[in-house]
């Protein structure tokens, strides 16, 4: 088995292959498990969005849940490929996701863009966390991390325009 060695600024060595991917599903897991519940609580907004902004809305939260599950795939697929699984079903995402729960029922689109970019802050705190620890760990896994902050970063932006001034 290929044998990998970074030291951390603490001066612990991460030597081997397996310590490497344990680091990257430290970090990683809690960004799935947070996209995970952007994708289905992005779809619960984008389904019950209300109002003048409508259309717009509704079709900025498919393309924000869809990068949401594009993400996910990639990171997940990070872990899955360094030989470790993950847990990103239903009743684990269900417990461990930091996102904040939207209002059940239709909602006025103004209501809609200010919970889901509640949801964007939240997965960004996460993402942002994996990329400050992965930095220490694996520089590609790191690199994942890096590209989602600025997908979702964007996406926050597109949302809240709408409700800036
Ligand atoms: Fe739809």
């Known amino acids: 088995m290929a044998t990998a060695t970074r030291t951390s600024s603490a001066g612990t060595a ?6 490497i991917a344990a680091g990257v599903a430290q970090f990683l897991t809690p960004v799935v498990v947070d ?3 952007l994708v289905v609580n992005g779809k619960q907004a984008h389904w019950h969005v209300r109002g003048g902004s409508f259309a717009a809305i509704h079709e900025l939260l498919d393309d924000i849940v869809a990068h949401a599950q594009d993400y996910a795939d990639t990171a997940a697929e990070r872990v899955i490929a360094l030989g470790l699984p993950l847990d990103a079903r239903l009743s684990t995402v269900a417990k461990k996701s930091t996102l904040p729960e939207p209002a059940d029922g239709f909602q006025p689109w103004e209501t809609t863009v200010v919970s889901v970019v509640a949801m964007l802050d939240a997965a960004l705190v996460t993402v942002r966390a994996a990329v400050t620890g992965l930095d220490e760990v694996d520089l590609s896994s790191q690199d994942i991390a890096i590209a989602i902050e ?3 970063t964007k996406d926050r932006w597109l949302l809240q325009a709408h409700v800036s001034a």
């Open 14 to 19: 991460l030597s081997t292959t397996s310590e």
């Open 35 to 37: 996209l995970e519940a």
């Open 150 to 152: 600025q997908g979702l």
